[in-house]
Each structure stands twice: as structure tokens, then as C-alpha cells.
């Protein structure tokens, strides 16, 4: 599997339960709809927890400024991914999604990457 992996910061606009309601709500319908242009094979969204258990820990660990959410997009192998980039079909649905993330995501601010998960432990039954 390739995987994507997109850290979000939203944008100063918003709030983090605004930002979460438009990215689930909005966000993650057009994702859906547009898959099969994208030939992904899964997309999830990991949304950050707010509150005195996440700054305590940050705090703790000396972390940076959180991410307000990380979107994991996997397609089977390079070879999907890369045909996807030379669809018109396929770019059209990612000038879709670049166009609605402008309204949400503060793009400049939030990097993202293509990568390989190397699982170092998963508990047997449990969905990686």
C-alpha cells in the first residue's frame, strides 16, 4: 500500500469544531464521491481531541502546536497512484478537493507526505 498522509491546520477562521463539522460533514462526502476517480483505496480522517488531557500531555512532552487533524489516504501500490495522477478524470477530482480544502485547511501550514507504514506491533484482529 502507498499512503498519503495530510497534517492539517485549519484555518485561523475557524474553530476546531467548525473545522471538524465542515471535514466531516462537506469534506468527507466529496472524498467519498470522488474515490473511484482517485482509485483510492481508503481514506480516513483523525480528528484531534480537545481539552486538559491533550495540553496536559503536550505540556508534558514539551510538543509543538498540534495538528487539528491528520487525513490518511492509501491506494493499493505505486502503480494506482501514479495512473490516478494521469487520469484527467483523477485530476479534476483533486482540483475538486484542493478547491473545498482552501475553505478550510490552511494549506501553507500543514504538510503532507507519500509513505510506506512499517507495523512494528498490531494487536491480532485489530484493523491497521
Request: with cysteine.
Amino acid at each position: 500500500m502507498v499512503k498519503l498522509t495530510f497534517c492539517l491546520h485549519r484555518l485561523s477562521s475557524l474553530s476546531l469544531a467548525e473545522f471538524q463539522d465542515y471535514w466531516l460533514n462537506k469534506h468527507g462526502p466529496l472524498v467519498r464521491r470522488l474515490q473511484p476517480a482517485l482509485r483510492m483505496a481508503r481514506y480516513v480522517q483523525v480528528h484531534r481531541l480537545d481539552g486538559d488531557l491533550v495540553t496536559g500531555m503536550q505540556r508534558v512532552r514539551g510538543a509543538p502546536e498540534p495538528f487539528d487533524g491528520i487525513a490518511e489516504l492509501w491506494w493499493t501500490d505505486e502503480e494506482t497512484f501514479r495512473g490516478a495522477g494521469r487520469d484527467p478524470q483523477a485530476r479534476e477530482a483533486g482540483r475538486l478537493l484542493l478547491e473545498d480544502e482552501a475553505k478550510f485547511i490552511d494549506l501553507a501550514r500543514s504538510p503532507l507526505w507519500l509513505n510506506r507504514e512499517q507495523v512494528i506491533y498490531s494487536e491480532s484482529g485489530a484493523s491497521c
